[in-house]
């Protein structure tokens, strides 16, 4: 239908063919798509005629549905890759603008023909998108078809009415011996073979095959040994020890006993032991041994009649012994009919003596269930594990006489295929859902607060490795979430395979959700998602550690200033978790061309409120870069003084000198004044005030100051120190000890060193008290007689002679307040 369209333009567009030239050197995208659509329309035709074939291989079709839906994503990249293209042509021809139209002047030949190829071009690529979406159409009809098929035969398989008679059963008794001697001679024949012509390669593979499981089992013990083992000096083990127990001592051999069956077909297929009649019977006969492994080690985990302490349920003894062996029994049966259908299959017999096993196996099975209503597991609360028991509940009691009573009407009216059904879902699905229950519980137990240290594993972790309560807390966490997924990755895959899916049909859905979840017209992988996080996560490990490697081994060995390294460091950090991120999400599959549209809404969002969060980002960047001040600087802005320690995105990290940390958005350092007493070297002044009174001589007072300050180790010589008059007070004298120091962060240190040397050379010479006096100032007297005579005796005493402020307090008493004069110390540091 579409051969001839498509080779033509091939080799339309291929003319490097027809010279004789390399063809993937001049082929063009649409040739190349032509090609692809060519041999996508042979294979969908091929699949066409395989599934016409195959219509009743319910395997075959799960298959080849798989196949189909991957023709037509094929089909669907074809077209989309000559998109590119096309826009190009487009974008192309609305440079060159429309024809020239009716009574205009013509447009030049170059143009013109070049219009003229765009078109065509653009014609060929709109031919191939139409005939992908032709070929598409035609492969998800194929696949609805044999969805279709597959339902249809499902159905039938269930559905399908059988005439039970006399005849029936006369038929089948008559092929019971030719059966028997087939199989037999076929069996024999085999073991013969293998034993004299294959032997070595027979023993390898049950070698090989019993290595693999026993290394599983044995890791697995030892790994697990707290989870799996029961004490049996423990009495009363936590429901928790319990529930894990029992989750782990089912999943611990079945997954042994199912490495063992997998790897002992997959040795005897690759040595060639098995032949094609004999690997059916040997495969189904794996199987079952891994089912009935996983229904017993589950049936004794859960009811644990030898270890009633272990008893996840409450019934008795007895009970719990009848309830074991009733269930193991269904399973065998049930295995064994699965078994003979096999053996019935591979040896032609006829049908009708299969339906007869099956319906024996689904009677035995409807037997056994009504026959469980009879048991009495209950136990009261008020009575021991080991008492005789009561029966059911007459729900539950029902529940169990009517299933039985269902599958054996249905077999005894001919839907044995229904009643087998039936009744496998009860054993297989019944034990899958119990351990899937009990797999949840478990994690949700251990992933309680506080859960996991109460436990065998949690106090091996807190003894061996030393883990905190909180970390076990984290770690009870992961684990519960590790069992989760556990728990679904493993039973869902099991329930659908017994509910009829195929394996074929599981890994297309898993596949799907995994790398195709659609929301409107996005697309959502989670394998992408999951790349994209592991690759972010390892670039940010990278960079964590060439960070402290640059800054070790690297910068320390240079002796660079440490504001320096901070600033490397942290912005090698941010380029690192910077392409870490890019990294990441390219590799989670979002264009990166659409991040203008979170650029846009992050412009947005800065109008409304980030502006101060990104007013923060772009000033701590500025303060990298221009280095104003660096960590262990000494720095001043507003209220806040004190050691800078980190400076990070955000804000910086300040250290005050009474030990606080204070977190100063980075803004603030670039909007407001910022005094940096060590920005481009430590040497720094330190000033002390010192207040005497007017009966000391000033230039001794100064030359003393002089003689404090260079007796000191720490006070420079270079600059010299200073003694400044500085200022008169109404009573007192203001002088200035101003020295230099080498590190600036010594002033306190120094400052009372020369303070109490002030103090003391200032007693011994009698210089007067080097701090601010208290002077005295009489109560104001109302104009008269009095205030004259106090006004004649003041003139007569002459000036007012200062107190010290103790003194004047004292003389005060209630009549007179002391007023204290000091002068504030000017350029003090610290």
Same mark, same amino acid.
């Given at each position: ?406 599958? @054996? +009407? /249905?077999?005894?009216? $001919? *839907? &044995?295929?229904?009643?087998? =059904? ?8 019944? #034990? ?100 994209? @996080? +592991? /690759?972010?996560?390892? $670039? *940010? &490990?990278?960079?964590?550690? =060439? ?8 910068? #320390? ?274």
């Amino acid at each position: 239908m579409f051969a001839a369209p498509l080779l033509v333009m091939a080799q339309q567009q291929d003319p490097a063919k027809a010279a004789g030239q390399p063809v993937a050197e001049a082929a063009s995208p649409q040739a190349q798509a032509a090609r692809q659509l060519e041999e996508a329309r042979k294979n969908v035709v091929r699949l066409t005629d395989i599934v016409t074939r195959a219509k009743n291989d319910d395997n075959r079709l799960a298959e080849l549905k798989a196949e189909v839906d991957a023709a037509a994503k094929q089909i669907i990249a074809t077209s989309l890759a000559t998109r590119p293209r096309l826009d190009e042509i487009k974008a192309r021809l609305a440079e060159l603008g429309d024809p020239p139209a009716e009574g205009t002047p013509p447009e030049t030949d170059v143009v013109a023909q070049e219009r003229k190829r765009l078109m065509t071009e653009r014609s060929e690529i709109n031919a191939l998108t139409g005939t992908a979406e032709d070929l598409s159409i035609q492969a998800t009809k194929l696949s609805n078809g044999i969805t279709a098929i597959r339902r249809a035969l499902f159905s039938n398989t269930l559905l399908k009415h059988t005439e039970l008679n006399r005849a029936t059963v006369v038929d089948a008794i008559a092929a019971i011996n030719l059966e028997r001697q087939a199989f037999t001679r076929t069996v024999g024949s085999w073991l013969s073979f293998a034993w004299n012509f294959k032997r070595i390669q027979l023993l390898s593979a049950l070698f090989l095959s019993l290595c693999a499981a026993l290394i599983l089992l044995a890791g697995t013990r030892k790994l697990l040994f707290p989870m799996v083992h029961r004490e049996i000096s423990n009495e009363e083990p936590g429901y928790i020890t319990r529930l894990s127990v029992a989750f782990w001592s089912t999943m611990v051999p079945t997954l042994a006993t199912g490495v063992f069956a997998a790897t002992s077909y997959f040795f005897l297929q690759a040595f060639k032991v098995l032949r094609p009649d004999i690997a059916p019977i040997v495969s189904i006969l794996l199987v079952i041994t891994v089912a009935l492994v996983f229904v017993s080690k589950l049936a004794n985990a859960v009811l644990a009649p030898k270890h009633r302490a272990w008893r996840l349920v409450r019934v008795s003894d007895q009970g719990a012994r009848l309830l074991v062996i009733a269930i193991i029994a269904m399973a065998i049966v049930n295995g064994l009919d699965y078994l003979a259908g096999t053996i019935s299959e591979v040896m032609g017999s006829p049908v009708v003596f299969t339906v007869v096993k099956s319906l024996i196996a689904t009677v035995i099975i409807g037997l056994i269930l009504m026959a469980m209503a009879l048991i009495k597991p209950i136990v009261p609360a008020n009575e021991t594990l080991d008492g005789r028991g009561k029966p059911w509940p007459r729900a539950v009691s029902l529940l169990f006489v009517l299933t039985g009573a269902i599958i @054996i +009407l /249905l077999t005894l009216s $001919g *839907y &044995v295929g229904l009643a087998r =059904f039936i009744a496998t879902q009860i054993v297989m699905t019944g #034990a899958i859902l119990v351990t899937m229950y009990i797999g949840i519980l478990t994690g949700k137990a251990v992933a309680k607060q506080n859960a996991l240290a109460d436990t065998v594993v949690g106090r091996h972790l807190e003894k061996r490795y030393g883990m905190e309560q909180v970390a076990l807390d984290q770690a009870g966490l992961a684990a519960g979430l590790g069992i989760y997924a556990l728990v679904g990755a493993f039973f869902l895959p099991l329930i659908l395979m017994q509910w009829g899916f195929k394996i074929a049909d599981i890994e297309s859905s898993a596949y799907r959700i995994f790398t195709e979840i659609k929301i409107g017209s996005i697309t959502i992988s989670i394998v992408g998602i999951l790349a994209g @996080i +592991l /690759l972010f996560a390892a $670039g *940010y &490990v990278v960079t964590r550690w =060439f960070q402290r490697w640059l800054d070790g081994s690297v910068m #320390a060995r240079s002796r660079i200033d440490a504001g320096v390294r901070n600033s490397v460091k942290t912005g090698v950090g941010y380029l690192g978790v910077g392409l870490a991120g890019l990294i990441g999400v390219s590799a989670a599959g979002f264009d990166l061309s659409n991040l203008a549209l979170v650029a846009g809404a992050l412009s947005l969002g800065v109008g409304f409120g980030l502006q101060n969060i990104v007013s923060n980002f772009v000033s701590g960047l500025i303060l990298l870069v221009e280095r104003p001040f660096k960590v262990g600087d000494w720095v001043v802005t507003g209220t806040t003084e004190g050691f800078v320690k980190r400076i990070s995105v955000r804000a910086t990290e300040i250290e005050t000198f009474q030990r606080q940390t204070i977190m100063v958005p980075n803004s603030l350092f670039i909007n407001a004044s910022v005094g940096n007493w060590t920005h481009k070297n430590k040497l720094g002044r330190s000033d002390i005030p010192v207040t005497v009174s007017y009966n000391s001589a000033p230039r001794q007072v100064m030359d003393t100051l002089l003689q404090i300050a260079a007796t000191h180790p720490l006070v420079l010589k270079n600059p010299e120190p200073q003694a400044v008059f500085s200022a008169f007070g109404d009573a007192t004298m203001t002088f200035e000890l101003r020295v230099y120091l080498a590190d600036i962060v010594n002033g306190n240190g120094v400052r009372n060193d020369l303070r109490l040397a002030i103090y003391e050379r200032f007693r011994e010479e009698g210089l007067g008290a080097p701090f601010p006096i208290a002077v005295l100032e009489p109560e104001p007297v109302p104009p008269g007689p009095e205030a004259d005579e106090l006004a004649r005796q003041a003139e007569l005493a002459g000036p007012p002679q200062p107190v010290p402020a103790e003194e004047a307090v004292k003389r005060s008493g209630t009549q007179r307040r002391p007023r204290r004069v000091s002068v504030e110390a000017v350029g003090e540091k610290g």
